[in-house]
């Protein structure tokens, strides 16, 4: 069974601070996905990863997919309080059809 | 626009009762997955299916099942709900590259 830790679980910032989420296994996985939840609706993916060493930007989100693709990193610059959210981060294996989810860092980010 | 949606949206019911969670997409995927979300585990497998007439059990299967007569739609039951069974249930469909796109949920509380 492929596992997947996120941490921090809980994080708290004032807004314009930075921030780096984690997702670390040790399985490899063919792809890395990140998502974000938001109270009563369902994940929605925010990016996916798939080389080892690749980094994706999205605005003030970087994306960083370790070079033994078993590791991920979630970093935001100066965050804002609509980046509050739950954060997941989601491992395929190797038919690239299952997802192993991580059990997510909730983001609070205070005015 | 195409989209997924889970019916109903909140569900309370008794221990022993059989309950059906109804998941529709119109995105035309093969794909389709049930997850629970709990606090601390992030979200976890329950079933998946392949396509029409297939079935798989995920990680925390025991306890329900599916069926999956067309591509749009993929029931949950639960045989004989129990208190350990009350969380927020997912489902998901992913397109050919493994991307998921999740419905809003069903919060479900067995007494």
């Known amino acids: 069974t492929q596992l997947l830790e996120q941490s921090p679980q809980f994080l708290s910032i004032q807004e314009g601070e930075n921030l780096t989420v984690y997702c670390n296994s040790s399985s490899v996985f063919s792809s890395l996905q990140w998502y974000r939840q938001e109270p009563g609706e369902g994940p929605v993916l925010l990016v996916t990863v798939v080389t080892g060493g690749e980094v994706k930007k999205l605005k003030r989100l970087t994306f960083q997919f370790g070079d033994a693709r078993k590791d991920s990193s979630l970093h935001i610059t100066a965050a804002q309080p609509g980046d509050t959210g739950l954060y997941l981060c989601a491992g395929a294996g190797g038919s690239a059809r299952q997802l192993t989810f991580g059990s997510g860092t909730q983001l609070t980010v205070l005015p | 626009d195409a989209e997924i949606t889970q019916s109903p949206r909140h569900k309370i019911t008794e221990t022993g009762r059989q309950v059906t969670l109804a998941c529709h997409q119109t995105?035309?995927?093969?794909?389709m997955f049930w997850y629970r979300q709990d606090l601390g585990h992030g979200l976890r497998l329950i079933h998946y299916?392949?396509?029409?007439?297939?079935?798989n059990k995920g990680e925390v299967s025991d306890g329900y099942s599916v069926s999956r007569s067309n591509t749009e739609d993929l029931p949950l039951t639960l045989e004989s709900a129990a208190s350990s069974q009350t969380s927020v249930y997912f489902c998901?469909?992913?397109?050919?590259?493994?991307?998921?796109?999740f419905g809003p949920g069903t919060r479900l509380l067995v007494l």
């Open positions: 995105w035309n995927h093969n794909n």
């Open positions: 299916s392949y396509g029409v007439q297939d079935t």
């Open positions: 998901a469909s992913s397109d050919p590259y493994g991307t998921q796109y």
